[in-house]
């Protein structure tokens, strides 16, 4: 017959019952608190990496536009060079046929890159009497713009049938202060593209823009994926370059406590 437990024994029993309940809440919750700890650190590294990586981006953005911005300015400034050059204003002429091929060949010399030129009387009377959709509403602005800005209109990249990219220009002729005609040039633009292309991001990648709807003309190598930033404009030109940062996987995805935001991340970030 089973010996009766007596009250103390049973008192010693509950109290061992109640200490090991302790302990593996104890274990418990350091095991919950390490956890947490680990996935907060996992989160506060995943939201730098992602913060060094656009800081990347932004500094490589800024000497992008930069060079790009002096490269077209010597583009433009080269341009009115050669535009001033006295053997191509005099043959013009009456801005015939045989004038356009004289000036282009001149031209061609003074710019060894030149894809093509067209030449245009000053009164432009093209930008009324021609059809602009066969004249091209592209090449009708810039002539425009030439003429009511001073001279020299925005710069623009235009991509060709075989994939290559042209630098557009349209600069007036100019002689003293008389304006003797409006040129239409197009040049080599892989100085431009070529520059982007040839830049690569562990994340997120640049793209060079172009017009108010932000076309991608070309584009470094990166991931993508992200949101993408306002587009910096390079200055003179209807160009500017976006910037579309990569975002890393976080727990703070999953389970919202761990966002950036929250207090228990920025405490272990900050």
């Known amino acids: 017959m089973a010996r009766k437990q007596t009250a103390l024994e049973a008192s010693q029993g509950r109290s061992e019952n109640r200490e090991q ?3 593996l809440g104890l274990t418990l919750g350091l095991a919950l608190a390490l956890a947490g700890g680990i996935a907060c650190l996992l989160q506060a590294v995943q939201v730098s990496r992602e913060a060094a990586a656009v800081e990347n981006l932004e500094q490589s953005r800024k000497a992008l536009v930069a060079e790009l911005t002096q490269q077209l300015a010597a583009a433009q400034t080269a341009m009115g060079q050669a535009l001033s050059d006295p053997t191509l204003r ?4 009456d801005f015939d046929r045989e004038a356009q091929t004289r000036a282009s060949l001149r031209l061609r010399q003074l710019v060894p890159d030149l894809v093509r030129a067209e030449f245009f009387p000053p ?3 093209q930008l009324i009497e021609a059809d602009l959709q066969k004249f091209g509403y ?3 602005n810039m002539l425009a713009e030439a003429r009511d800005a001073g001279g020299i209109a ?4 235009q991509r060709e049938n075989d994939g290559t990219v042209s630098l557009v220009l349209s600069q007036a002729i100019v002689d003293g202060t008389s304006v003797l005609g409006y040129a239409y040039v197009l040049r080599s633009g892989a100085a431009f593209t070529d520059q982007i292309e040839s830049m690569s991001f562990g994340g997120g990648r640049l793209s060079l823009r172009q017009g108010m709807l932000g076309a991608v003309i070309s584009e470094s190598r990166g991931t993508s994926g992200g949101a993408e930033d306002r587009a910096m404009p390079i200055p003179q030109s209807i160009l500017s370059v976006g910037l579309q940062r990569a975002e890393l996987f976080k727990l703070g995805d ?4 761990l966002n950036y935001r929250s207090p228990l991340v920025l405490g272990i970030v900050g």
């Open 123 to 125: 009164a432009l009377p």
């Open 138 to 140: 592209g090449r009708a």
């Open 21 to 23: 309940i302790r302990r």
């Open 254 to 257: 999953v389970f919202p406590l």
């Open 90 to 93: 005099g043959a013009l002429g």
């Open 154 to 157: 925005r710069a623009q990249l």
